[in-house]
């Protein structure tokens, strides 16, 4: 799995995962890769920072960090985290999402889902949103 910087037409920067080079290259003439932000689908790579590793005090020493974790298992953490500090709204996630941007209800960490309509309306609001695939895990 290859993680590639992406940028689209309006200058939001994200990520994407790919198989490889070409997986991005057929996914993006096929205006499949959008931006989480916007949706939009003009999208190009942008040059990455780097990291830089270290040799190892002892041979086979490794330290071990977020880079020693599978995509999946990266995934997994994300999907945990946000199940547990995010309040499931539901279907009701654009109306809920309107009513805390104009102070309505409390602030706080929603998620849920919407239709394309729904989230339009959100950003023509001023509504900062993100959408997050959710992986389905086997168990």
Same mark, same amino acid.
């Given at each position: 799995?290859?993680?590639?910087?992406?940028?689209?037409?309006?200058?939001?920067?994200?990520?994407?995962?790919?198989?490889?080079?070409?997986?991005?290259?057929?996914? #993006?003439?096929?205006?499949?890769?959008?931006?989480?932000?916007?949706?939009?689908?003009?999208?190009?790579?942008?040059?990455?920072?780097?990291?830089?590793?270290?040799?190892?005090?002892?041979?086979?020493?490794?330290?071990?960090?977020?880079?020693?974790?599978?995509?999946?298992?990266?995934?997994?953490?994300?999907?945990?985290?946000?199940?547990?500090?995010?309040?499931?709204?539901?279907?009701?996630?654009?109306?809920?999402?309107?009513?805390?941007?104009?102070?309505?209800?409390?602030? #706080?960490?929603? #998620?849920?889902?919407?239709?394309?309509?729904?989230?339009?309306?959100?950003?023509?609001?001023?509504?900062?949103?993100?959408?997050?695939?959710?992986?389905?895990?086997?168990?």
């Amino acid at each position: 799995m290859i993680i590639y910087d992406l940028k689209c037409g309006k200058q939001h920067k994200f990520e994407g995962w790919f198989k490889d080079l070409a997986a991005f290259e057929e996914q #993006r003439a096929g205006k499949l890769i959008t931006c989480p932000l916007c949706g939009s689908s003009d999208v190009a790579m942008v040059p990455s920072s780097i990291a830089v590793m270290g040799k190892s005090r002892e041979p086979g020493e490794r330290k071990a960090g977020l880079g020693d974790l599978s995509p999946m298992k990266m995934l997994a953490m994300i999907n945990d985290f946000v199940t547990k500090n995010f309040d499931d709204v539901g279907e009701r996630f654009a109306e809920v999402a309107l009513k805390i941007h104009r102070g309505e209800e409390e602030k #706080r960490n929603i #998620r849920g889902v919407t239709t394309g309509r729904e989230e339009d309306a959100l950003r023509e609001e001023g509504v900062e949103f993100m959408k997050i695939p959710v992986p389905k895990f086997d168990s």
